[in-house]
Structures are given as C-alpha cells and as structure tokens.
C-alpha cells in the first residue's frame, strides 16, 4: 500500500466513523477531530528518520490490511477464557467498543465511571479532553484524536479513595479478518483521591490485530493514581500505546508497563508535574523473542521545583527481537531541587538480538539530583557459575536468574493480584 | 581410599599453563592446606575442581570419590559433594538466600533420591545452621550477598556448606580480608562441620588460619606444582621465612 493509498484508507475510514457519530458532525468535538486527522496527515506514518521513531520499523502499517472494526463479538466465556480475573472492578472495550454486558457494575461513592462518548457533549469534560494528550506531540495521537471515540471516561471525586483496582479490558476480536480499534481513555483523580488501573490488552482469533489506545490522566493536587499495563497478547498483535499525565502539586503518581509478549508494542508515556512536591515513578519490564519488537519511549517533565522522579525499566531481547527504550527527563529552570532518577538495564540471550538505549537528561536547573544508567550485557556467567556450583542445573539456574531480573520490577507491583499473576506469566515466558 | 586424587593435572587459561603437572590426594576425614605466593596457581586450582569453563584442561586425570571428575558438569560435582567456597562470593539481585538455598539443596536432595523438604523443615534447618556462623535468620530473605560486607559474604559461604553438607570442601582464601572476629566466626564453622568422613582443601595465603582450623598437611604450591608437603609447622616456617627460599629451592 503505497502513502497515498493509505492516507486514502483513513480517510475512507474517518467517514464510516462519521456517519456512525451522526449527529456530532456539527459539534466542536467534531471539528477537532479532523484537525487531528490533517494534523495525522501532514506527517504520515513516521519513519526512522524522525528521531522518536529512530529505531522503530512501522512498514506492518502498509502491509496489512487491518481493517476498521467497530464492533466485535464477543461471549461471556470467551471472556473468560482470555483474561485473568483480577479482584477488581471489570471494565471491557472490545474493537474499542464498550461492552456493558461484559463489564462489572461499579457502585462505589465518589466514582463515575461512563462510556468517554457519552459524556464528551459535557462541556466541562470536553474542555479537559486532549488537553495534555496533545495530538501535534505524536502522529498516532493524532490518529487516535481523530478515530477513537468510546473508551473509560473515570472521575474519582474529591476525598475519595478506591481501594479496589480498575481493570479496563481492550480486546480486538479478530476471529473473522485482520481488525483494527481505536480507545481512548479520561481519568480525572481529583484532590485528595486514590484510584488504581489496570490495562490489558488481548486479541481474540488468529488474525492480525492493531490498538490504538491513549488515557490521559489528570492528578489533582495531593492525590495519587497507578496505571499498569500488562501486554501478553498474540503473535499477530500490533499496540500503539499512549498514557499522558498531568500531575499537579504533592500528587503521586505511578506507571508500571510489563510487555511479555505481542509482535509490535510502543508505549508513549508522557508526564508533566506541573505542581510542586510531585512524586512520580515509572516501571518496567519487557521480553522480546521471535521477531518481535517492544518499544518504551518514556517522557518526564519536571516544570516545578521539590519534585522526585524514579524510573526503573528493564528488559531481555531474545532470538531476533528488538527491544527500543528512550527515556527522557526535562528539567525546566524553574524545577530547582529536583531529584530525578532513571535506570535501564538490558540482558541479550541471542547474538541476533538487539537493544537500543537512549537515555536523555535535559536539564537547565542548576540545584539538581539526576542520575542516570543504561547497561546492556549477556547474562552474568560468573552468577550462573555460582549457581551452578552449588548443585542447581544450568537450566534451572538460567530460569532463577532472568526471573529474579524481572522479579525486580514486579515486586514494585502494588496490587497482589497483578503481582501474582505476572509472576507467573513471567515464569512461563522465561523457562527454557 | 582416597575421596579426591589428582594426578599429573595441567591446565591452561587464554592459552598459558598455569597448572604444570600437579598431584594431590585427600582421604576422608582430612583437612589439608594449599599455601603459596601470589600467582603460583591456588585460584587455579579451585575454579577447575569446581568446572570453571574459562579453564581448560591439557593433561592429567581427577577422580573424586572414585569418579571422573572432569565427566560431570558443575552442577554434578556439587550433587556429588563437592563444595567450593569462593574467594569473590558472586552478589545475585533479587534472589532471596532462602530461594537459592531451598532450589540447592532439593536438587542434591534429588540427586541422592531424597524427597524434598517441606517448608517448614527446611526454615527449621536454614536458621539452625544460619546460627554456625552467627547470621541472623532476616539474611534469609536478603538478596544472595547483595549488599553484605565482606565477612559477611564469607559467612554466607559457610552456611551454604553447612546447608549442603559436602563430602569436600574447597575453601579458597576465605579468609581474606577478614578481621580476626569474622575469622574465628568462620573456622568454628568449619570445625563444626568437620568430621571423620569429610574432607577440606584449604587455600590460603597467610598462615593466622591455619591457627584455628588445623591441617593435617600443609602443601606449598608455586608456579602451578605442589613443590613441598610437610605437617602444620610447614605452614608456620612459612609464616617466619617467607616464601623465598622456596623459590630457591625449586628454581
């Protein structure tokens, strides 16, 4: 498919949508999202001369015919058959759809939780939208700004904490042909308030499969938000994802992002602390065989002072697969006495594997604490000889030492749940 | 008959010899010491018997307890009962000792077609012997050696031999580096685990050692041969003259 074929194909796209928002067309809403289609247009699907792309292949976007889905169809056992079920409020998009009859009811004081099209009429909801999410920032942003238009609008009022996680389910259901969805997400955590995410994301069927998933989330001041997501998806999946934050002073926010398996992953994250005494931490794990390929492109932005910042990504490339992460800190002169720190550590378990690791610290505050690590390496022989030496099998042994490597990252899971259930995925990706 | 016999053994690191045609034989029940100047082959000689793969070996043959060493992999000579304590002890980040423990001794437990022990059993002896040598049982849930000092990383080493249980124990310059109390902490390790039945090599670099764990041979290693035995005052002539006249001597 040639460039123009495809930007043809999205525009074709864009008035299927069009006819099923009827009644929209007038709107504001409506006008925004074409500008995020020219917006989308003007650049295209980037390609590695655009430096956040660099290292990332995206020829799949012209090779297959991913087809706009909007709607799948999906049984209760089937459901059930695909996703872990976590102690925590169930909430599912299928072909990025809400799918009410699949979800849990939620009936929790303080906490509105509505389908993001029901709501964007609201003018106090449509003023927030896209606000941080900005669509000149990222091209599938842009895409998203334009096409998505259901996902989990979640207000968390003010004093309020949900112990209990929510977990939003993105399912492709690609049983019949190659299915494309777009979802995009709102969470408002107001003052004082507390909320736990969890995303997956799954296909069903043996078809390709492309998401397309933003949430902007905006943390008041003094409240505190985790999103994590967990992807172990097919061997046909392809993910675009992007989670934009706006955190506002003594707000504490976290993201962990566990890729344990898919043939395409980019996940965006992007976080501006835009009060002082923000705390904000950024977690990952990923492992990339076949010919797949992971990519973590993380953006923290300290614009005020007496923030701390921690960043801990790790991740094994096995086989041919191609593991991507950049992670960048900008510290602005307002930002004095910021602590920011960022790590990532790689291991290589195949010759024909590669990393890519880009650190980069932007700082123009002078009373600063930033630090920063990237290491690459095979897995440490000296600690399989140790191992080894006190009887346990090298297999057994190599299985110890890249779980305890993920381990790292996954103990710093809050949610026990989430925690298990990744350790054993973990476990199940990494015996050999 | 003798649990470990080394004969003739010649092995190479990145193409140089280091050991040149060394001979040794331990029997049950005895403690003999390796002693020698910086560079005469003593590190050598452990990361061989233990199946280091950086070394290769040229010449000669190893049997330990009537076996070819040099047949079984690493993890084989361990489950047959051997035991090296390492000089450098290797930090594991997020392996817990008691994970590591528990996953050792149930696979020399399967080796000699023992059941597992159960969890409870297991804590019981983990903190029974964590008490040889003075750790305290929180170590358990630490990190492999992450984060200990040196004598505690030494301590470690004992307790793991003390968990396993080894027909011979390799113990290379344990004590280096170590102040006199983690020195005496260690060797009364050692002497708890000794008996008639098992076997130690200890490798050392300065005879203070040898006052609290007693050999029953004292060997002289320089450039990769065993070039002088004696009994314990051996390692004590050492201590006073050094070791220049037995460069003299040999060369």
């Known amino acids: ?72 169809n999906l049984s209760k056992e089937e459901l059930q058959a695909l996703v872990p079920r976590f102690d925590a409020y169930r909430l599912v998009f299928v072909n990025g759809r809400f799918e009410e009859n699949l979800s849990d009811v939620v009936q929790e004081k303080g906490l509105l939780i509505r389908n993001l099209a029901d709501v964007l009429a609201d003018s106090t909801i449509s003023a927030v939208y896209s606000k941080i999410a900005d669509y000149k920032k990222d091209p599938f942003l842009a895409l998203n700004a334009a096409m998505a238009f259901e996902g989990a609008y979640i207000k968390v009022e003010r004093n309020t904490v949900i112990d209990k996680p929510l977990h939003i389910v993105v399912i492709n259901d690609s049983k019949d042909k190659s299915t494309k969805a777009y979802f995009r997400n709102l969470i408002d955590v107001a003052e004082n ?17 492309l998401t397309n998933s933003v949430s902007e989330v905006f943390v008041a001041q003094n409240a505190r938000a985790e999103y994590h997501k967990l992807q172990a998806d097919t061997e ?98 307002d930002a004095q006495k910021t602590n920011a720190y960022q790590s990532n550590k790689n291991i290589l378990l195949s010759d024909d594997a590669t990393i890519n690791t880009k650190p980069e610290l932007e700082i123009y505050a002078d009373d600063v604490k930033c630090s920063h690590g990237a290491t690459c390496g095979y897995l440490d022989e000296e600690s399989l000889f140790y191992l080894r030496a006190r009887g346990i099998g090298e297999k057994e042994a190599r299985t110890l030492l890249l779980n305890a490597f993920a381990g790292e990252v996954i103990e710093r899971i809050g949610i026990e749940d989430l925690r298990n259930y990744a350790t054993e995925l973990v476990l199940n990706r990494l015996s050999f | 008959m003798s649990l470990l ?95 590591f423990m528990k996953t050792a001794v149930n696979e020399v437990r399967k080796h000699r077609g023992q059941d597992a022990l159960d969890a409870m059993d ?13 750790l305290d049982s929180q170590f358990l849930t630490r990190s492999v050696n992450q984060g200990f000092s040196g004598g505690e990383k030494k301590r470690n080493e004992i307790f793991q031999m003390a968990m396993l249980e080894p027909k ?19 060797a009364s390790g050692v002497n708890k685990l000794k008996n008639e039945n098992n076997s130690f090599v200890v490798i050392t670099h300065y005879q203070r050692l040898l006052d609290y764990i007693v050999p029953d041979y004292v060997h002289v290693l320089y450039k990769g041969r065993i070039v002088k035995s004696g009994t314990k005052e051996l390692a004590l002539e050492l201590e006073e003259k050094g070791y220049d006249w037995i460069k003299e001597l040999v060369d």
């Open chain 2, 122 to 134: 297991f804590l019981q002896l983990m903190k029974e012997k964590a008490a040889y040598v003075e």
């Open chain 2, 5 to 99: 016999k080394i004969e003739n053994l010649k092995a190479n690191i990145d193409g140089k010899e280091i050991l040149h045609g060394l001979n040794l034989e331990v029997k049950p029940g005895e403690i003999h010491a390796i002693m020698g100047p910086n560079g005469s082959g003593k590190s050598t000689l452990a990361s061989v018997l233990a199946g280091k793969e950086e070394f290769e070996v040229t010449e000669g043959k190893v049997t330990f307890d009537g076996k070819d060493l040099f047949e079984m992999a690493p993890e084989d000579r361990a489950r047959e009962g051997m035991f090296l304590a390492f000089q450098y002890p290797v930090e594991i980040p997020g392996v817990s000792n008691a994970n």
């Open chain 1, 236 to 333: 046909k999946s392809y993910y675009f994802g992007n989670i934009q934050v706006q955190q506002e002073r003594d707000s504490h926010f976290k993201t962990s992002v566990l890729s344990l398996s898919g043939k395409f992953i980019r996940n965006n994250i992007n976080t501006v602390l835009n009060g002082t005494g923000c705390q904000s931490d950024m977690d990952g794990f990923y492992y990339v065989d076949a010919d797949n390929t992971i990519d973590n492109h993380t953006y923290l932005d300290h614009a005020m002072p007496h923030c701390e910042s921690n960043e801990f990504y790790k991740g094994i490339m096995n086989d041919k697969g191609t593991g991507i992460f950049n992670g960048k800190i900008m510290v602005r002169p």
């Open chain 1, 193 to 209: 308030a507390s909320v736990k995410i969890i995303e997956t994301n799954h296909t069903l069927g043996d078809n390709a499969s």
């Open chain 2, 168 to 186: 011979l124990a390799i113990m290379d310059e344990t004590d280096s580096g170590l102040d006199i109390d983690a020195l005496r902490v260690v």
């Open chain 1, 1 to 72: 498919m040639s460039k123009t074929e495809f930007i043809n194909k999205i525009a074709n796209e864009f008035e299927i949508l069009s006819d099923v928002l009827n009644g929209q067309k007038q709107s504001d809403s409506f006008s925004k999202r074409k500008e995020a289609l020219d917006a989308f247009n003007e650049v295209g699907i980037p390609t590695l001369k655009h430096e956040n792309w660099k290292y990332t292949k995206l020829a799949f976007m012209h090779q297959f015919d991913f087809e706009l889905s909007l709607r799948g």
